[in-house]
């Protein structure tokens, strides 16, 4: 059995009620650490890695607003790429999550809300969709960023890039790309298109059109997009009317089934794992203030003239 198949075995049987259930992480260590890219939302705090019974200091996490992957030369690409090439990840997950806000807001909401926070329509790209990643499918965004990771340049062919759902209130995960089948059956296109590239990302750039399936890869440029928007408010800034700033949308409900479910996991896990030795307790430091400035000399009362 292998990493993310135990990882699976164990998120079920723990969701269907076992007490024993839990990941073996001693059994993997050769798979681990893994590296994870998540959504931003703070439910996910307390379930990450604890759902995957992955210990934590096996756990590299990376997270952006919907666990969007954008282009294969993306900043979060190169994160991911570095997390396997500096900080030693084996496997890389996408783990995307039910109930996603990212998925739930329409173009419209997104405008008004941006709008609320002074940014006024004239100084976005015109396809605001595209430009932040909007999607309508938390499935279908997974799968499509397994597609972009697996076909990056930046990520070797020995690393697997499973794609996961996370039930943000059961805390069961859904397999949605089984990395090590996509890993064995790899499409030799893009390998074909690396070599005759030299394998050099440079000369990849303006193949970045590439369409794998029906994906299109909108960005042909590094930084292409940094720079447009860099245009675009040298452009326009001008005369900023800002509304005053509306409530944030109220804060959703902890998903208290899908805590068990990680913490019972995460109990065996820690059974399983060696643990670092205990540093002595250390009394409290409050970091020094800085002494208050004084004022020379002292502004006349009733303030400047
Ligand atoms: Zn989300």
New binding site residues.
Partial sequence: MRLFEAIIEANHRAVAGDPDAGLHPADFADSLPIAALT???VRLNPLMPSVLGVPEDQFIWLRN???IVTSPLSSTMRSLSLACAVKGAEEVAVI??TD????KTTTTQLLERLKNLGIQRQMLPDNVNEFFGMFGSERQNVIKACEIVRASPLIGPKIPVHGLLLDIQTGKLEWLVNGYEAWATMSSKWNDVVRSAGETVDKLKPLMDFSIGEMKFPETKIGETVTQATDWLSQKVGSLQVPPAEAPPTELAPAPKAMNIAARIVDVAQQHWPKPPIAPARPFQKPPIPPPIRVRPPFPKGGKK
Avoid: L, P, S
Wanted: proline letters at 0%.
């Fill in positions: 959504c931003i939302d607003a919907g666990n995307g999550h996603c806000q990212v998925c």
